[in-house]
T-cell receptor, first 110, second 114 residues
Framework: GDSVTQMEGPVTLSEEAFLTINCTYT??????LFWYVQYPGEGLQLLLK?????DKGSNKGFEATYRKETTSFHLEKGSVQVSDSAVYFC?????????FGTGTRLQVFP | DGGITQSPKYLFRKEGQNVTLSCEQN?????MYWYRQDPGQGLRLIYY???????QKGDIAEGYSVSREKKESFPLTVTSAQKNPTAFYLC?????????????FGDGTRLSIL
């Protein structure tokens, strides 16, 4: 069945460092892909999405490119801030529901 | 502003007691979902509903029940049959018809056992 695999965390970075969080997927067809962010004690917020191969989603300095050939949707940011500390979830749209990865915790220190 | 409202934010359950978590949305979305999140884990789907008066079991439906009598409301009942109910519960909604539409989430309810 469809599935999403994310790199395990926590990812610990200093402020202004470059961020990559890896996400790969297994699916039939070409599902829409999403990154969600969860701040402590809150629900999930949509960060960005891509609906077809080679699409690049971007928001708040974060980017991810839908790579069909490597079945990947890695999240990147050129310069992280302390306020980016959160848990990040990769997800794909299956039939009638979203399928989530297990989440990657990002900790950014000043 | 449109959104999803979950209540209460914190809830405590006694042994053998049923409790109901509220989820209301004013986004005019057809589909609604309930997830359970445990520490350090991803989201697991409990139940979902694509339309009023219809719902389907997700991956971990045992010990839970839902109803969908109104488009804007999708309450979740955690029954006494759920032996490990302590978790963070998230409700979400989306437009049903298009696969590229994201889900919108509430701020969650944290359930604990007394």
């Amino acid at each position: 069945g469809d599935s999403v695999t994310q790199m395990e965390g926590p990812v610990t970075l200093s402020e202004e460092a470059f961020l990559t969080i890896n996400c790969t997927y297994t699916a039939t067809g070409y599902p829409s892909l999403f990154w969600y962010v969860q701040y402590p004690g809150e629900g999930l917020q949509l960060l960005l999405k891509a609906t077809k191969a080679d699409d690049k989603g971007s928001n708040k300095g974060f980017e991810a490119t839908y790579r069909k050939e490597t079945t990947s949707f890695h999240l990147e940011k050129g310069s992280v801030q302390v306020s980016d500390s959160a848990v990040y979830f990769c997800a794909l749209r299956g039939t009638d529901k979203l399928i989530f990865g297990t989440g990657t915790r990002l900790q950014v220190f000043p | 502003d449109g959104g999803i409202t979950q209540s209460p934010k914190y809830l405590f359950r006694k042994e053998g007691q049923n409790v109901t978590l509220s989820c209301e949305q004013n986004l005019n979305h057809d589909a609604m979902y309930w997830y359970r999140q445990d520490p350090g884990q991803g989201l697991r789907l409990i139940y979902y509903s694509q339309i009023v008066n219809d719902f389907q079991k997700g991956d971990i439906a045992e010990g839970y029940s839902v109803s969908r009598e109104k488009k804007e409301s999708f309450p979740l009942t955690v029954t006494s049959a759920q032996k490990n109910p302590t978790a963070f519960y998230l409700c979400a909604s989306s437009i049903r018809e298009y696969g590229n539409q994201p889900q919108h989430f509430g701020d969650g309810t944290r359930l604990s056992i007394l």
